[in-house]
């Protein structure tokens, strides 16, 4: 699950697309100078918490992801490595895990397509029921040639309420679902349909992903100045995006967002901060369906850490809070700020 090599996924270009997904306009907004290089150097995946593996592989099937059947059985394995049970020991001690890879189609060689991992905790947990205005809360944006087919092959009941979705393009559409035990899922049809290296018969042709935070400027704080990533910053109406913030009550909700391309990848990363509307962060254990985690190379794990700690509350999830160490690289799990968790890893120095 996180033995470390490089696996970029993809960006929002609307063009042969590595990602396929983001619009052209979307990219062009507020486009900023990059900043110096700073402490992140590389990304891998999205591992979101879950309530149960199989389940979700089913679900991300549905959705048009790649997704690999189990190496034996009808059900997907438990893992019994050793160091994995330290990996979120400080959270979740003596819980066992299980995982699986599902990859989103449509990206370009030599890059690889966006890879999503599942991650279920036996034992003590706490599922969380996020909504996209809560800090903390992460959506998966899997962008379709065509909306009404993708629904179509959800249950029934998954399916919501298709809305228009003007900051994608004028015709744009999308549906945001919430699936028991998982994180949020956006589908969503740009207009124009971006091309992609898709097959001609794949509805899903890229993805992102996308972080609710609380405060964008404290969040920009620590991943634009301190970790030396490059961000597009625009403020979209609640209108352009299809009105989903003030559907559930009253409130005038404002929305600020923030892109950018985590270097050495074509992951991109999206933090969305929403005010005028009730909100409540997730507040997530490790071990908690609907918590998730994103894999970063970083330079160095101890000012990482150090980093983390001044940007904000900071949960080092590993057992003892320690950092643990492979023959090739060292690894250790930490929450940032708005509660999303980052696994650390950086090239061990050898004498």
């Known amino acids: 699950m996180n033995r470390v090599k490089p696996i970029s996924t993809a960006s929002r270009v609307a063009g042969a697309a590595i990602l396929a997904c983001a619009t052209a306009a979307t990219l062009s907004l507020h486009a900023q100078s990059a900043p110096p290089t700073g402490q992140v150097v590389g990304s891998r995946s999205f591992s979101p918490i879950v309530g149960d593996v199989d389940a979700a592989m089913k679900i991300y099937a549905a959705l048009g992801l790649t997704v690999p059947p189990p190496a034996t ?76 087919r993708a629904a179509h092959q959800l249950p029934e009941g998954l399916r919501q309420t298709v809305r228009s979705i003007a900051y994608y393009g ?115 254990r490790i071990q908690d369906p609907g918590a998730a985690r994103i894999q970063l190379t970083v330079s160095n794990l101890e000012t990482t850490l150090q980093t983390l700690r001044a940007a904000g509350p900071s949960t080092v999830a590993s057992a003892g809070g320690r950092i643990i160490t492979h023959p090739r690289y060292r690894v250790v799990v930490a929450s940032d700020l708005n509660g999303l968790y980052l696994v650390l890893t950086d090239q061990r120095k050898t004498p």
């Open 73 to 148: 059985g009808t059900s997907y394995p438990w893992d019994d490595e050793a160091w994995h049970y330290d990996l979120h020991g400080g959270e979740a001690p003596g819980s066992q895990m299980r995982f699986a890879y599902a990859t989103v189609p449509g990206a370009v060689p030599p890059a690889t397509p966006l890879l999503v991992e599942p991650v279920e905790h036996r034992g003590d947990r706490n599922p969380r029921a996020p909504r996209a205005q809560d800090p903390g809360s992460t959506t998966l944006v899997l962008v379709v040639r065509d909306l009404d």
């Open 170 to 284: 004028k015709a744009a559409r999308a549906m945001t679902i919430a699936s028991p035990g998982m994180h949020l899922v956006e589908l969503l049809q740009p207009d124009p349909v971006p091309p992609s290296t898709a097959p001609a018969g794949v509805n899903t042709i890229g993805g992102w992903v996308r972080v609710s935070v609380a405060d964008l400027d404290k969040t920009l704080a620590l991943y634009r100045d301190e970790f030396g990533l490059a961000f597009r910053i625009s403020a979209p109406s609640d209108a352009e995006f299809g009105g989903v913030f003030a559907s559930g009550g009253s409130g005038r909700p404002r929305l600020r967002l923030g892109s950018t391309t985590l270097p050495g990848t074509n992951v991109t990363l999206e933090f969305l901060e929403v005010t005028g509307v009730d909100r409540s962060p997730l507040n997530a």
